[in-house]
């Protein structure tokens, strides 16, 4: 007897070729439901559909057509088992040796900006992950293909030996059930969070609190395989979360080579930066996840520039990030230095000849660098024994918020400097110092154990160009001694958060040297 296959699939990306495959070259008879019938059919590929096989026709406008006993009896029987035999033949039902099946596009829907809660709902696969599962359970007599990009493997199994090895069929059942896993992950994860389907489109603004879920399933599918991780001896490698490549699996690289662990962990801070600043060209150039530049122009090329005399030792081997296509000029400039990546979102054609001189430079296009919020809603850390999940820090913040606490008041020129500084401090290592004037940082302190050694480091950077700049901190000054060694290099305004119990003394400092205090109420610490 002819061996059977159940072809049921959302996706019909090689469908036709495959059936026809199995068909052809292996005598197979196949089973179908829906539009897999139809288009097998319209192919003039024979196809028995599965409501004539069943006997049962689809009902419910298609929401119950596979789920009968002669299609799960077929696929479950185990051909070992004299009942499981003798029930096969006592009710009429033929054994499947292969189960195609892949599921309604749920990820792809619920990604729709205006997606209705009912719309989603109807994109809840049930009988397919029903097969799945059952084919799956029952890989020790036949085998599930969840993919298209499994059909090939599949015939070449059958090409090579004349059936389908057990260990073929044990790969293709563990990856259903992560298939299935996933698909379940992320409807609970859309009806965990469907209150605010819609009304994350762009970041929250300050003040704005979420609850988070009290479940919280990680799951992610490999992209690839990296050299190492951090150093040498750490295996590691590049997972995507979701069916559909989004955030870094989106983008397209033109040149350069693999992308490595830290690239992939330096970009991704980058990005974060980059996304902060929309209505002019920004540039940020980042060393170990900390901005050694950033800086905004009249041009892209003006605001790299900038960016790259902040600090243009540490710009050396950095990672580049630009809101704006990279045009010639700023890739002449990017050439002149030792980089590591660069990203943006486009690259006119003149500009990508002249990066080509320097192949080894990785240069990606990510089309929404500039606009992508978090891809996560959550931050995830991994520690003994289970792992921490915080909400983004993707506040917005809003000067009408921050409070003017000193004599003096911050001109419009000056809190637009402030709100600048501080957009980057906020992605800066804590204790995070940053220095800037003309919307360009001048020194930065990161990642220091107190606040007073970040200050010098930032001021010691900045140097003479300090006179006239503002000083941003991500966490309050307990004591005034940063707020005088700020004055005496120059600073004529700083802002903070505020909230230590010696704010008082800060201020104090702050209007008898003259100078400007703004606290945001927020503090932005990155551990």
């Known amino acids: 007897m002819a061996r059977l296959a159940l072809l049921s699939v959302s996706d ?21 439901s829906g539009g897999t019938a139809q288009a097998i059919q319209a192919a003039g590929i024979p196809v028995t559909k599965v409501a004539d096989y069943t006997g049962s ?19 479950l029987a185990r051909r070992d088992v004299p009942q499981d035999v003798s029930d096969l033949e006592a009710n009429d039902i033929r054994p499947f040796d292969l189960v ?13 900006p205006d997606v209705t809660l009912a719309e989603a709902v109807e994109q809840i696969d049930i009988g397919g992950p029903a097969m799945i599962r059952a084919a799956a359970k ?12 499994m059909y090939a493997t599949y015939l070449q199994e059958l090409r090579q030996q004349g059936e389908v090895s057990f260990e073929f069929r044990a790969a293709c059942a563990q990856k259903a059930f992560w298939h299935t896993s996933n698909y379940d992950r992320a409807i609970a994860s859309f009806l965990g969070s469907r209150e605010s389907v819609g009304a994350r489109s762009s970041a929250p603004v300050q003040g704005s609190r979420e609850e988070l879920p009290q479940q919280l399933a990680i799951s992610g599918k490999q992209v690839q395989s990296l050299r190492y991780g951090e150093n040498p001896h750490q295996p590691a490698a590049w997972y995507q979360t979701g069916t559909s490549a989004t955030g870094w699996a989106a ?5 350069g080579k693999e992308l490595s662990y830290n690239n992939l962990v330096d970009l991704e801070a980058a990005r974060r930066i980059i996304t902060e600043f929309t209505d002019l060209p920004a540039a940020t150039i980042i060393k ?13 090329s003006e605001a790299y520039e900038k960016a790259f005399n902040a600090d243009s030792v540490s710009a050396f081997g950095g990672i580049v990030a630009l809101n704006r296509a990279i045009d010639a000029a700023t890739a002449t400039a990017l050439t002149k230095t030792f980089l590591e990546c660069v990203v943006a979102p486009e690259c006119e054609p003149e500009a990508r000849e002249i990066l080509a001189s320097k192949s080894k430079v990785r240069v990606l296009i990510l089309p929404n ?3 992508l919020h978090e891809t996560s809603l959550h931050t995830i850390k991994a520690i003994a024994g289970g792992f921490l999940v915080q909400a983004s820090d993707d506040l917005v913040a809003d000067t009408k918020q921050w409070q003017m606490v000193t004599e003096k008041q911050p001109t419009p020129a000056q809190l637009e400097e402030l709100l600048f500084a501080w957009k980057v401090c906020k992605h800066v290592k804590s204790n995070a110092i940053v220095v800037s004037r003309d919307r360009a940082t001048l020194g930065v302190g990161a990642g220091q154990m107190n606040r007073v050694g970040s200050v010098q480091i930032a001021l010691e950077q900045a140097g003479e160009k300090a006179q006239g700049a503002v000083l941003a901190s991500d966490g309050f000054f307990p004591f005034d001694d940063s707020v005088k060694t700020a004055a005496a290099a120059g600073i004529t305004a ?10 008082a003394d800060s201020v104090k400092a702050a209007n008898e040297l003259g100078i400007v205090m703004v606290l945001t109420g927020v503090r932005h610490f990155l551990h």
Request: proline share 6%; net charge negative; aromatic share 6%.
């Open 12 to 32: 019909k990306t090689g469908l036709i070729d495959f059936a026809r495959s199995l068909v052809e070259e292996f005598g197979f008879e196949i089973v179908s």
């Open 57 to 75: 026709p689809e009902i419910l406008g298609g929401r119950v057509k596979t789920l009968h006993p002669r299609i799960h009896g077929g696929i």
């Open 100 to 112: 195609a099946v892949n599921l309604y596009p749920f990820e792809q829907t619920i990604a729709k």
């Open 138 to 149: 029952n890989f020790a007599h036949l085998t599930v293909l969840c993919e298209p990009a």
């Open 251 to 255: 983008a397209t690289k033109l040149q």
């Open 288 to 300: 170990h996840t900390n901005p050694c530049g950033t800086a905004l122009g009249t041009t892209i």
């Open 369 to 371: 660098v500039e606009t």
């Open 494 to 503: 700083i802002v903070q958060p505020g909230g230590s119990l010696r704010d």
